[in-house]
């Protein structure tokens, strides 16, 4: 009898793929005599290779070396050779549609995600917007996989064991942490503009967090000219910042430090769920997209968003879209103060549980 190996499929966006994480996790502790393999762009590799003796990764370069049919024709010779058992596609878009396909004509057991693209829209909609709550795509990915017959409860704490990563295999300019220090991490950049704080506000937040926190250690996260030019900056002008992106070179670094963070301040964004994998609780700031849209981070709770009321909000699922109004009032009408005010809350809470979990013990 063949064994039982299941194909995950996943390409899109970082923060994406990261919310495949706990559904994987999940499903390897459930099942630990099923073989499981993440498809997935090369950066996910972080993400799956320690993650369970049962998870292993395949990476696929969809836009370059398996662009096109002709390309993934390629790619699906390439994983019938894994005798693959049963097919979950986590993102059902055309070229993952098209690999269905191939696979159905072969009578694989296929099962592809329901994104709920009906509520979406009228989540989005500027008129009769019904604001609701959407599931999660933890939720959707593990329906797909009970429609395959593997039913799933999630339960997943980080990628990490309960200490974090390893700091050691940081530079020694960032670590090792002392007692008394909180490290906050803070991620002001998303890929639209309706998903970003503006810079001379972020800056205030900087300012106050130093202010409120005088024992704090404020690690910037994120990467390009923008991010760069804006993060040295910073630095500059307080000393207690640090530019991560340069002093680390690899995702998996990054992670390695998050997870020894006490809050990450991120948007709707990568960061957020990168901070979520690694169990780190993340205050995150919300304009132009909505948490009801099912985006969080894998076990943030609803009190530690922030984010206003506006009757156009949200206009975007993913904040693509250009603003309504034009002035993005979603994000600039948000006071640095409430900000800060939300970040205090949550370090505060977390002490508490921290300190209420070590008088049990």
Same mark, same amino acid.
């Given at each position: 009898?063949?064994?039982?190996?299941?194909?995950?499929?996943? @390409?899109?966006?970082? $923060?994406?793929?990261?919310?495949?994480? +706990?559904? %994987?996790?999940?499903?390897? /502790?459930? !099942?630990?005599?099923?073989?499981?393999?993440?498809?997935?762009?090369?950066?996910?590799?972080?993400?799956?290779?320690?993650?369970?003796?049962?998870?292993?990764?395949?990476?696929?370069?969809?836009?370059?070396?398996?662009?096109?049919?002709?390309?993934?024709?390629?790619?699906?010779?390439?994983?019938?050779?894994?005798?693959?058992?049963?097919?979950?596609?986590?993102?059902?878009?055309?070229?993952?549609?098209?690999?269905?396909?191939?696979?159905?004509?072969?009578?694989?057991?296929?099962?592809?995600?329901?994104?709920?693209?009906?509520?979406?829209?009228?989540?989005?909609?500027?008129?009769?917007?019904?604001?609701?709550?959407?599931?999660?795509?933890?939720?959707?990915?593990?329906?797909?996989?009970?429609?395959?017959?593997?039913?799933?409860?999630?339960?997943?704490?980080?990628? @990490?064991?309960?200490? $974090?990563?390893?700091?050691?295999?940081? +530079?020694? %300019?960032?670590?090792?942490? /002392?007692? !008394?220090?909180?490290?906050?991490?803070?991620?002001?950049?998303?890929?639209?503009?309706?998903?970003?704080?503006?810079?001379?506000?972020?800056?205030?937040?900087?300012?106050?967090?130093?202010?409120?926190?005088?024992?704090?250690?404020?690690?910037?996260?994120?990467?390009?000219?923008?991010?760069?030019?804006?993060?040295?900056?910073?630095?500059?002008?307080?000393?207690?910042?640090?530019?991560?992106?340069?002093?680390?070179?690899?995702?998996?670094?990054?992670?390695?430090?998050?997870?020894?963070?006490?809050?990450?301040?991120?948007?709707?964004?990568?960061?957020?769920?990168?901070?979520?994998?690694?169990?780190?609780?993340?205050?995150?700031?919300?304009?132009?997209?909505?948490?009801?849209?099912?985006?969080?981070?894998?076990?943030?709770?609803?009190?530690?968003?922030?984010?206003?009321?506006?009757?156009?909000?949200?206009?975007?699922?993913?904040?693509?879209?250009?603003?309504?109004?034009?002035?993005?009032?979603?994000?600039?009408?948000?006071?640095?103060?409430?900000?800060?005010?939300?970040?205090?809350?949550?370090?505060?809470?977390?002490?508490?549980?921290?300190?209420?979990?070590?008088?049990?013990?």
């Amino acid at each position: 009898m063949k064994k039982e190996h299941i194909l995950i499929m996943r @390409f899109s966006s970082l $923060g994406d793929v990261a919310m495949t994480v +706990p559904v %994987v996790y999940s499903l390897a /502790k459930a !099942y630990p005599d099923v073989r499981i393999t993440v498809l997935s762009k090369g950066y996910a590799r972080a993400f799956f290779e320690d993650l369970a003796p049962n998870v292993s990764f395949m990476e696929a370069d969809v836009k370059h070396e398996y662009h096109g049919i002709r390309g993934l024709n390629a790619l699906y010779r390439r994983l019938t050779a894994k005798n693959f058992t049963a097919i979950a596609d986590f993102h059902d878009v055309l070229r993952s549609e098209y690999l269905r396909m191939r696979f159905n004509v072969e009578r694989y057991r296929v099962a592809h995600i329901d994104k709920h693209r009906r509520l979406r829209k009228q989540l989005t909609a500027q008129h009769h917007k019904r604001l609701e709550q959407l599931p999660t795509p933890f939720k959707n990915y593990a329906d797909t996989l009970a429609r395959l017959g593997y039913p799933v409860t999630l339960g997943f704490r980080s990628i @990490f064991p309960e200490e $974090g990563g390893n700091l050691n295999l940081l +530079p020694a %300019v960032i670590g090792p942490k /002392k007692n !008394y220090e909180q490290w906050i991490g803070i991620a002001p950049f998303a890929a639209h503009q309706g998903k970003v704080y503006p810079e001379r506000l972020m800056r205030q937040v900087i300012g106050m967090v130093v202010g409120r926190f005088p024992s704090a250690r404020l690690f910037l996260f994120g990467r390009g000219q923008e991010e760069e030019r804006t993060f040295d900056k910073w630095c500059a002008e307080e000393p207690r910042c640090v530019n991560v992106s340069r002093h680390l070179e690899a995702m998996q670094q990054e992670l390695i430090l998050m997870s020894h963070l006490d809050l990450m301040l991120s948007m709707d964004s990568a960061n957020m769920h990168l901070a979520s994998i690694v169990g780190t609780p993340v205050v995150s700031v919300w304009g132009a997209t909505h948490p009801a849209a099912g985006f969080m981070g894998w076990n943030q709770a609803a009190d530690r968003a922030v984010q206003i009321d506006l009757p156009c909000r949200p206009c975007s699922i993913y904040g693509n879209k250009p603003c309504l109004r034009g002035d993005y009032a979603c994000m600039k009408n948000i006071p640095p103060e409430q900000i800060v005010e939300r970040m205090a809350f949550v370090l505060a809470k977390t002490r508490a549980s921290e300190k209420a979990l070590r008088e049990r013990e």
